[in-house]
């Protein structure tokens, strides 16, 4: 016994003493090969940032970084961008796991911005991940493009350097409003219930002030904590409440734990639209009490920007078309695309983009081109606010809403059914 | 951990001259310092980053160890602390309020609070006080979240601004670092002068027999509360600094049980009941999770890896590693606190 535990003794010290050497080491700068003056040299950039390769946002993290991964090898194999002055630039990706929690991010990041030299950072998942990095992004002078990260608070924080990708948890749920103003202006009687955290207390908060003004009235505004599974409380107060619409949810588990028991009550809805939950194709899985429920989302397969729609809206078209999207990602991974792959597709494409105009890697040239960012891609529309009070916040991309409607082989189906022109069909309206 | 003959021993062999002639704990401090003032000198942010994660573990375990090692009560939900004197402190700083108000402000919350709490749940013994530690940081949780003045669940947020406060963002980031420095280096002072005092015997009294050390003449419920509330200031105050740091908080990163348990785990690495252990384990530990986390080959492995070396530890040297130079080596036991 004695003799294992000097052996295990040994052996840790051992290991210390390689960590320390492997510490050491890090110091030696990354390789960015110097480009010959005069153009006709290569240049690789890097691009950092964090993935949750473990923890409970490992899902969608990894799909997320999926897409940007798909991005990089399409550039690359194009044989890259082309700068002003003739060089060839490549792109190389430097990632950590940050375990889903906000402990390492900033460790990590700093980490990115000055060991690794990464050019540009692409924000981890999530709001509350993506708002400790943007402080390393703002603080080293990086660009930081966040994708994953609806919260509007980050950008209030009179950041210049961080741009988001996604629609702001604000615009989340307005569309369903104008919606419903659009199929039935008499309804006016609406119940918000929302999962009691960041984001979608964000998304609940703004939708019942749009609401609000929009002369709606909103009969029932209740939080639950996250983790419920048993709604009966809130589905009584919904029921004596009386609403037309019930708008809200948080993310998938809940969100399909209350659209079930909302169905089995039986409440005499119009119009029932969660979050997070009804996107996701395993919510068909509900069978009855997915039928008709509205959800949105910040890109859809089926949704078909074109270069024909850019022209007209006078805008910039960039990038592949959602179905090369698709089939390329469909080639890569063997799976469907969310909109968080495409989500990390986007944030690289808008790199690019701002690298191509600028024909710079310089940080105050892609920036300036980042600030005039106004285009069409297989994403959406894509524009920056450039009010210091809101700096980088997205203000060209919208939600689209998809409802899940009876297939002609009374299969369920999920169908994009808002903004009219990008609708595959006509939303199903009343539910009941 | 100690035997009623080593707490007898230490009773004679201690006036109070040599209780500041320890050799380690002033050589623990040094080296500690060192290591502290490294990125200083070299001027590396990403060192700075790595070794700020393990002071603010330094001063958690030590502050922890009071309660655990000394007095035998072992707390799961120590966050508590952590996570309150964010809030606070993060409440104060967005109204304005300079950070040095702000940080102590956060770890007099945390000490109150232990106060309150602990006339009553240190009544509980052994696993029903570690239940009872857990329970408290879920209801805390759930109170914040629901907590309008905090920001209920969406959470506090700093405006980038408010760094300018502190000369830039780069410098507030230098300024909580060295404020972290001294909350370490005092944490391990804090800890060596409770060990060595009356009031450390009689807590160290407690962890060996409860019923004894009463009948001896420690009056129990007040030496435990105010151990307690020692052990919940410094956490408190390095809550405060974490999340300016961050530049926002949220419910669910303040009150996160599983940095409660790697708590724990630092403690034991090093050596429970020991003024030195603590700050063996969390440097260690630390080093450990930030090599496995950026090195390449182990980056997909990270967690497997350092399950099976926790494992493997706490199996064989279950009495932690200053723990067990102590136990190997008596003679050690005079320079090693």
Redesign the interface.
């Known amino acids: 016994m004695k003799r294992l535990q000097t052996l295990v003794l040994a052996l840790l010290a051992t290991l210390g003493l390689v960590l320390s050497a492997c510490g050491a080491q890090n110091t030696t700068p990354a390789n960015n090969n110097a480009a010959a003056p005069g153009g006709g040299g290569t240049k690789t950039a890097i691009i950092g940032y964090t993935a949750s390769l473990t923890g409970k946002l490992n899902v969608e993290s990894t799909r997320q970084s999926n897409g940007l991964k798909l991005w990089m090898d399409q550039v690359n194999e194009k044989g890259g961008v082309k700068l002003a002055d003739g060089t060839t630039v490549t792109f190389e990706a430097k990632f950590y796991d940050d375990e889903s929690n906000k402990d390492r991010v900033q460790e990590l990041y700093t980490r990115l911005a000055t060991d690794d030299k990464a050019d540009f950072l692409i924000s981890p998942y999530s709001s509350g991940l993506s708002d400790a990095a943007a402080v390393i992004a703002e603080q080293y002078g990086r660009i930081m493009i966040t994708t994953g990260a609806a919260a509007d608070d980050t950008y209030k924080k009179g950041y210049t350097l961080v741009y988001q990708a996604y629609t702001p948890a604000s615009r989340y749920l307005t569309g369903s409003i104008d919606m419903l103003a659009q199929l039935d202006p008499a309804a006016k009687k609406v119940a918000i219930v929302n999962e009691n955290e960041k984001f979608s207390k964000g998304v609940a908060d703004a939708v019942k002030a749009y609401a609000e003004s929009k002369g709606l009235q909103v009969v029932l505004f209740e939080g639950y904590d996250a983790g419920t599974t048993d709604f009966a409380p809130i589905i009584n107060k919904i029921q004596q409440a009386a609403p037309d619409v019930i708008l809200g949810g948080g993310h998938f588990q809940d969100g399909s734990t209350l659209a079930k028991q909302i169905r089995e009550k039986n409440l005499n809805v119009k119009m029932v639209g969660l979050l997070v939950a009804p996107p996701e194709p395993k919510f068909a899985e509900l069978g009855d009490a997915a039928l008709g429920v509205i959800g949105p989302s910040q890109w859809e397969p089926q949704v078909n920007f074109t270069a024909e729609a850019a022209q007209q809206k006078g805008m910039e078209w960039f990038g592949p078309t959602g179905s090369e999207f698709v089939s390329a990602y469909q080639a890569k991974f063997n799976e469907e695309p969310s909109y968080h792959a495409a989500g990390g597709y986007v944030a690289g494409l808008l790199l690019q983009k701002a690298i191509e105009k600028a024909g710079s890697l310089e940080t105050t040239a892609v920036k300036s081109a980042l600030d005039y960012t106004n285009m069409l891609t297989f994403f959406g529309a894509l524009k920056f606010e450039v009010d210091p009070q809101a700096h980088g916040l997205q203000v060209g991309h919208d939600m689209v809403f998809v409802q899940w409607q009876q297939g002609s082989d009374g299969k369920l189906v999920k169908q994009v059914v808002w903004p009219t022109e990008g609708a595959t069909a006509k939303a199903l309206y009343p539910v009941r | 951990m100690s035997t009623t003959s080593d707490v007898l021993g230490r009773l004679h062999a201690r006036p109070a001259a040599a209780r500041w002639r320890n050799p380690g704990l002033w050589l623990g401090m040094l080296a500690l310092l060192l290591v502290g003032l490294w990125p200083v000198v070299s001027g ?3 060192t ?3 070794i ?2 393990m002071l603010l573990a330094i001063a958690l375990a030590s502050s922890l160890n009071i309660l655990m090692g000394y007095t035998g009560y072992v707390s799961f939900g120590h966050v508590v602390f952590f996570g309150l004197g964010g809030y606070v402190s993060m409440f104060l700083l967005s109204l304005g309020q300079p950070l040095w108000v702000a940080v102590p402000a956060g770890g007099v919350a945390s000490g109150v609070l232990a106060f309150l709490l602990g006339k009553a749940i240190l009544r509980l013994r052994g696993t029903y006080f570690a239940l009872a530690t857990i329970g408290i940081n879920e209801a805390m949780r ?1 109170f914040i ?2 907590f309008g003045p905090f920001g ?4 506090i ?5 408010v760094y300018g406060n502190y000369g830039g ?2 410098n507030a ?1 230098w300024l909580a670092y060295y404020a972290v420095l001294a909350l370490a280096l005092l944490a391990i002072l804090v800890s060596y002068i409770v060990k060595t005092s009356k009031f450390g015997l009689g807590l160290m009294a407690i962890r060996e027999d409860e019923d004894a050390a009463e009948v001896m003449g420690v009056f129990t419920p007040n030496a435990k509360t105010w151990a307690y509330v020692i052990s919940a200031i410094i956490p408190g105050m390095v809550g405060a600094l974490f999340f300016f ?4 908080i ?1 419910p ?2 303040a009150f ?1 049980l ?2 409660s348990i790697e708590t724990l785990v630092m403690i034991m690495l090093g050596g429970q009941g020991t003024v030195l252990g603590p700050i063996l384990g969390a440097l ?1 530990y630390q ?2 999770r ?2 496995l ?3 390449a080959f182990f ?2 492995y ?2 497997v890896i350092a399950g099976v ?1 926790l494992l ?2 706490v199996l ?2 279950p009495a932690g590693a200053v723990g ?1 130079l102590r136990k190997r080596f008596p003679r050690l036991r005079n320079v090693l606190p």
């Open positions: 590396q942010a990403a700075r980053e790595v700020f994660t759930t979240n629901n209920g669940s969406t959470g947020s700093l405006n980038f601004s963002a780069a980031l740091k961050n530049g926002n949220e669910a990163d996160r599983q940095f260690g080093q450990l930030s090599f986390l950026t090195n980056k997909d990270q967690l070396l493997l530890i064989f040297i067990w």
